[in-house]
């Protein structure tokens, strides 16, 4: 294939609308407004022990009266119960229902499946292999060695217009992160 068709082809998926859905229902902290209800449920199901709510606010990074409202609606929902610490009845703990476990799990599973369907036109072997290459391709485009590179080919406009866009980019990807256990092995995020 020609570099120009890869090319175009990459931009086509970059406009794909099915995969631009199933990344912001991935994971939220890309967003302007994060859903703080699921990145709460996260939290409380990763604990071994029920939280404060001033370590939710701490580990979220709100206001705890902004925390009390979110315990509130989750509460309504049966998602999050409000518990006293037996060591001290003054202090309130937050433990995660199983409702909530549940409406987590679901939410998973919805994604998961989602993912497959994307994905499951190439074998296990593919997979990886288009992992390795896109990793490749976005380590090669995010190096400064490139940068100078392709900067040397611009006119000043160019570069302008360039660095416009790339001042913008923590919109575009920089706040996706991959692990080496991700699922399909380039699109593993933070789960709270």
């Given at each position: 294939?020609?570099q120009?068709?890869?090319?175009?082809?990459?931009?086509?998926?970059?406009?794909?609308p099915?995969?631009?859905?199933t990344?912001?229902t991935?994971?939220d902290?890309?967003r302007?407004r994060?859903n703080?209800?699921?990145?709460?449920?996260?939290?409380?199901?990763t604990s071994?022990?029920?939280?404060?709510?001033?370590t939710?606010?701490?580990?979220?990074?709100?206001?705890?009266?902004?925390?009390?409202?979110?315990?509130?609606?989750?509460?309504?929902?049966?998602r999050?119960?409000?518990?006293?610490?037996?060591?001290?009845?003054?202090?309130v703990?937050?433990?995660?229902?199983?409702?909530g476990?549940?409406?987590?799990?679901?939410?998973?599973l919805?994604?998961?499946?989602?993912?497959?369907?994307?994905?499951?036109?190439?074998t296990?072997e593919?997979q990886?292999q288009f992992g390795?290459q896109?990793?490749?391709?976005?380590?090669?485009?995010?190096?400064?060695?490139?940068?100078?590179?392709?900067?040397?080919?611009?006119s000043?406009q160019?570069?302008?217009?360039?660095?416009?866009?790339?001042n913008?980019?923590?919109?575009?990807?920089?706040h996706l992160?991959r692990?080496p256990?991700?699922?399909?092995?380039?699109?593993?995020?933070p789960?709270?």
């Amino acid at each position: 294939m020609e570099q120009n068709n890869i090319l175009e082809n990459l931009t086509e998926l970059m406009r794909q609308p099915s995969l631009w859905f199933t990344m912001m229902t991935r994971n939220d902290e890309h967003r302007q407004r994060p859903n703080n209800q699921r990145r709460l449920l996260r939290i409380l199901s990763t604990s071994d022990q029920p939280i404060t709510a001033g370590t939710i606010a701490d580990i979220l990074n709100i206001r705890p009266a902004s925390v009390t409202q979110i315990i509130k609606k989750l509460e309504d929902e049966n998602r999050v119960e409000r518990i006293k610490d037996q060591q001290d009845a003054r202090i309130v703990l937050i433990k995660i229902t199983q409702k909530g476990r549940d409406f987590l799990n679901q939410l998973d599973l919805t994604r998961n499946k989602i993912e497959d369907e994307i994905f499951n036109i190439f074998t296990d072997e593919e997979q990886i292999q288009f992992g390795k290459q896109l990793e490749q391709l976005n380590n090669h485009l995010n190096s400064t060695e490139f940068d100078k590179q392709f900067m040397a080919h611009l006119s000043e406009q160019q570069r302008a217009q360039f660095n416009e866009i790339k001042n913008r980019n923590h919109y575009f990807g920089h706040h996706l992160h991959r692990t080496p256990n991700s699922r399909h092995n380039f699109t593993n995020h933070p789960r709270f």
